[in-house]
């Protein structure tokens, strides 16, 4: 019988440390060709920032399928609702049956910093002690946890264009120095994360240090980017998937567009670099660049954990 599975029952059975090894599995057999889902099919709603999608993958190594619908409507931080909402139905790799409905917000959060904890290991250069976050918000501090799990860092810079909820973040967490600019956070960093709802660059070329790593987890849309077109060009940039990344992120689209480079300077695919088919850093003055955008897979493979850790314990509500 099918369960569901509410936000509670899904924090509870996906620890941080489980689910970026479970994204580093699903990577790996993405790029390997293990996977079978299609680019996401998006469509805008109300003004141009809203959208919602679909998600669809079959997991053939991992025996999972299933499906995310997710909406991002970035109003709704004023309304005291979360910017992105998400459901995931799980179904039966080998009947197409109904196994689960659970609530894929959580999810969508998690699953977004396990990635980026998977890719700082292989993409930034030994020793990095210094991390900037652009940002404030959920994926600020999904970063902070996720990262905590792989690596030390001695210092952590944030800003956010807004003040409060920069200064709310910090708060909560006494590790973090709240920087007075962009740029006071990012000049000198180690590692740098941009996790912002913007449309246009935040972080210019120049104030990036030889040798960083830059992990951008926003502007998922072709019409939004967050780094300078400068940046990414100088960059070795690392994808989730190629398909998505030539469509969706506006990182790439507009730079792509402006001439500042093709479609052959993405170097590689995550999974790819994990899997030992594509470098990933060459040497440690090189800037490395991952831009994220979210595959289904990953969803799929964090419900099917979630999915067998819930029947263990025995949480969820059958649905008759």
């Known amino acids: 019988m099918p369960i569901w599975l509410n936000e509670a029952d899904v924090r509870t059975v996906l620890p941080m440390r489980d689910l970026i090894d479970t994204m580093e599995t699903a990577l790996r057999a993405f790029s390997c060709g293990e996977v079978r889902q299609p680019v996401r099919q998006v469509i805008e709603t109300g003004s141009g920032r809203n959208f ?39 179904l039966d790799a080998e009947t197409g049956a109904l196994l689960a409905v659970m609530d894929g917000r959580y999810i969508t959060e998690a699953r977004t910093a396990a990635v980026s904890a998977v890719a700082l290991r292989v993409l930034a250069r030994q020793g990095a002690r210094t991390l900037a976050i652009i940002g404030s918000g959920v994926q600020a501090g999904s970063h902070l946890r996720a990262f905590s799990e792989v690596w030390k860092f001695s210092a952590i810079r944030c800003w956010s264009p807004t003040q409060t909820n920069l200064q709310r973040f910090v708060e909560g967490h006494p590790e973090i120095v709240a920087a007075p600019s962009a740029e006071a956070a990012v000049r000198g960093a180690d590692v740098v994360v941009l996790a912002t709802s913007t449309a246009t660059p935040v972080v210019c070329n120049e104030w990036v240090a030889p040798g960083a790593c830059v ?98 314990e025995g949480r969820g509500v059958a649905l008759a």
Do not use: W
């Open 215 to 312: 992990i951008s987890v926003g502007a998922c849309r072709p019409s939004q980017r967050e780094m300078d077109p400068l940046l990414v060009a100088r960059g070795r940039v690392i994808v989730d998937s190629r398909a998505a990344a030539l469509q969706e992120a506006g990182d790439l689209v507009i730079a792509m567009a402006e001439g500042h480079f093709g479609a052959d300077h993405i170097a590689g695919e995550l999974g790819e670099v994990l899997a030992g088919r594509v470098a990933g850093r060459m040497d440690d003055e090189q800037v490395t660049i991952l831009k994220p955008l979210g595959q289904a897979v990953e969803d799929v493979a964090a419900a099917q954990l979630a999915y067998t850790r819930a029947l263990a």
């Open 52 to 90: 919602f999608a679909a998600m669809p993958a079959y997991f053939e190594s991992g025996a999972a399928m299933g499906a995310k619908l997710v909406t991002v409507y970035h109003q709704n931080a004023g309304r005291g609702l979360p910017t992105h909402q998400a459901v995931i139905v799980l």
